[in-house]
């Protein structure tokens, strides 16, 4: 069974920053892509970044602001917030494509979302 833990979310002022961490564990063969999501109160949940291969894709939103990581061998991926915006107040969810180990011999491509992480920027 796959696991996708998120933490590091809160209440910070505008202007502040907060830095998320994402921990994927179980039977994880390798990863796709790795990223953070967000969703406000009646909106839809949108992509806030991603990152694959080293590469990395960004909403217009938060260019210049937000940087994603990710640490392999750890199976960790990393939202770094700064100059956080009130606009920023969402719950953040981690989303990780990945291959994982189903039995010894067969292995699948899945995606796996974490349970989600408040972050509230006040003005």
């Known amino acids: 069974q796959v696991q996708l833990v998120e933490s590091g979310g809160g209440l910070v002022q505008a202007g502040g920053s907060l830095r998320l961490s994402c921990v994927a564990s179980?039977?994880?063969?390798?990863?796709?892509?790795m990223g953070w999501y967000r969703q406000a109160p009646g909106e839809q949940r949108e992509l806030v970044a991603s990152?694959?291969?080293?590469?990395?894709n960004y909403a217009d939103s938060v260019k210049g602001r937000f940087t994603i990581s990710m640490d392999n061998a750890k199976n960790t991926v990393y939202l770094q917030m700064n100059s956080l915006k009130p606009e920023d107040t969402a719950v953040y969810y981690c989303?990780?494509?990945?291959?994982?180990?189903?039995?010894?011999?067969?292995?699948?491509?899945?995606?796996?979302w974490g349970q989600g992480t408040q972050v509230t920027v006040s003005s």
């Open positions: 179980g039977s994880i063969v390798s990863i796709n892509v």
């Open positions: 990152i694959s291969g080293g590469s990395t």
């Open positions: 989303n990780a494509d990945l291959v994982v180990r189903v039995v010894v011999t067969h292995r699948i491509t899945a995606n796996y």
